[in-house]
């Protein structure tokens, strides 16, 4: 439930900003776009490590942007997360994704 929590706030933020779609692009790596940097702080526990998703901070959130236009874009949304027992079982992460397709009407 936390995970896609997390996902539909950005998702819900990415609507608010459509015509900067292509500017929330993230591998899970890297420099993390300005405009997803307290997103990615939230679920990664960077910002509370109480609050962030369980492993965020070793697996990291991909967006990833298709068909970009001026009015928005495609959006996909992957959130991760593993328990620490699940880590050390080896066990893959889990995820959740949600994929939009986000255009303003302006």
Do not use: C, M
Not at 18 to 36: D, E, H
Not at 57 to 72: E, F, L, M, W
């Amino acid at each position: 439930a936390e995970a896609a929590l997390y996902a539909n706030q950005l998702l819900g933020q990415i609507w608010t900003d459509a015509i900067n779609a292509s500017q929330y692009a993230y591998t899970g790596s890297g420099v993390v776009p300005a405009r997803l940097q307290k997103w990615h702080d939230d679920v990664t526990g960077v910002t509370d490590p109480k609050r962030g998703l369980p492993g965020g901070d070793v697996v990291k959130p991909v967006i990833t942007i298709t068909n970009p236009t001026a009015q928005g874009a495609t959006v996909e949304i992957q959130v991760f997360w593993r328990n620490p027992e699940e880590a050390a079982q080896g066990v893959p992460p889990h995820n959740y994704t949600v994929t939009a397709g986000v255009y303003s009407n302006n």
